[in-house]
């Protein structure tokens, strides 16, 4: 039977339904305590990427152990600050901040703004001087490094929207430093997601020392050094560095340079923590592949129709005698009017109507980037602590969907 901490899913299946989202609180907070223990050797702050997974449990969970948080939007700082989390410890990132973002922000006292562009960088002291305040940043430098990724994650080639150019970077620097609201603090890199060598890490770092000492040379002097997030997990057969060889290979470049560091995992920190709990529906084999029809859909989980990311299946129980040789091969499909709409292809699993599956790995960009197409009202999410459990967030109804809609024609 499968357990997630002390709690046996098909007990949470059946209390909260399906298709539902359950994260471990005890599996999340190990690897906030790996990534911190790695660089207790060092002044660092763990800023965990609120995109990866936003829900205030998992939030609160990672403020009340000590985390800092990266944002990239208005919405991401107001659920820090509904989570208990400290505004001072937040890093704001992101290639499109409003003039709205950059106030709201000011005005909550974050800890910096990682800046991607010569006109951000313009407006960010705009608002800072109508404000009376003077705004912390870094620049976040595009270091023209392949993460060896997939490309709609790989965000440090010069070719992709994130960033300044390397080679513009010490010119934006200067600029900055001409500023009347501007404070530098920092340097700030991100080279992509689901990274799992360290090599490609320290090609960034070793470039961002070289700025780090051309700016020294020009009198500008900084405080911290970001390095982004980006470390992958394993979902099926991936074998990505360890925190702790990671943090090996880097800590005698780091400890070098005597600067505060920063780091900002979200996968990392969230995406084995979490499964989404799905029931078969109807299995429907034929001639040329055998589907099984679950009530969980691309619209709860899209990242294998997005990425063709490839996440485990697992039954809640497995069978007493079938070998899994003799087991037929299943796509696990969902009900949208989309042939793109699966969750896993070619699992060998012995199926019947109703069983209960997992999806692992579901922790990170599952239920955040889930939508309501086909008028789907999105997952309910479950936490899980020991033996106890607690609903963090209900499933939508239907009417709740369309509550903010009217027929053409009505004025009320």
């Known amino acids: 039977m499968l357990y997630i901490e002390d709690v046996s899913v098909s007990e949470l299946a059946e209390q909260y339904a ?11 907070l190990n690897v906030y305590q790996d990534y911190s223990d790695s660089f207790a050797t060092i002044d660092h702050q763990i800023c965990y990427a609120v995109k990866a997974n936003s829900n205030l449990a998992v939030l609160s969970v990672l403020a009340e152990a000590g985390a800092g948080f990266d944002i990239v939007s208005r919405g991401e700082l107001m659920r820090v600050l509904a989570a208990g989390g400290a505004a001072a410890k937040v890093v704001f990132s992101g290639v ?6 950059i106030e709201f922000a000011l005005n909550q006292g974050i800890n910096c703004f990682n800046v991607e562009s010569v006109n951000e960088l313009i407006l960010i002291n705009e608002v800072a001087e109508q404000l009376g305040k003077f705004a912390p940043i870094s620049l976040r430098v595009n270091p023209d490094v392949d993460a060896n990724t997939h490309p709609y994650i790989s965000t440090g080639l010069k070719d992709n929207k994130f960033g300044i150019a390397h080679d513009k970077a010490v010119a934006v620097y200067s600029q900055a430093a001409t500023m009347s609201h501007i404070d530098i603090v920092g340097i700030d890199c991100h080279i992509g997601s689901q990274l799992t060598e360290v090599e490609p890490f320290i090609a960034a770092l070793d470039k961002l020392i070289e700025l780090i000492h051309k700016l020294a040379e020009l009198g500008i002097e900084l405080a911290h050094v970001d390095l982004g997030g980006g470390l992958g997990v394993r979902y099926i057969d991936e074998s990505p560095v360890t925190i702790a060889d990671f943090a090996g290979a880097l800590l005698p470049k780091l400890t070098q340079l005597n600067l505060k560091v920063f780091f900002e995992p979200g996968r990392s920190m969230v995406a084995n923590a979490g499964i989404l709990l799905t029931r078969v529906d109807i299995l429907k084999p034929t001639e040329h592949k055998n589907f099984a ?3 969980a859909a ?12 490839e996440m485990a299946v697992i039954p ?6 079938v070998s899994v040789h003799d087991m037929p091969s299943w796509d696990i499909v969902g009900a949208i009017c989309e042939t793109g709409d699966f969750l896993a292809k070619e699992r060998l699993l012995s199926l019947a109507a109703n069983d209960l599956l997992a999806i692992t790995g579901a ?3 599952g239920m955040v980037m889930s939508s309501n197409y ?6 309910c999410e479950v936490m899980v602590a020991g033996t106890k459990h607690q609903l963090v967030r209900k499933r939508e109804t239907v009417e ?11 004025k009320g």
């Open 96 to 101: 499109g901040k409003t003039r709205d973002d």
């Open 316 to 321: 809640s129980a497995l069978p007493d005698s």
């Open 374 to 379: 086909n008028t789907r009202p999105r997952a």
């Open 18 to 28: 399906t298709p539902c989202y359950v994260y471990s609180k005890q599996a999340i």
């Open 363 to 365: 922790g990170a960009y």
């Open 298 to 309: 691309m619209n709860d989980l899209i990242r294998p129709a997005l990425y063709q990311a």
């Open 293 to 295: 029809i679950v009530d």
């Open 400 to 410: 709740a969907l369309y509550a903010n809609e009217m027929p053409w024609g009505n």
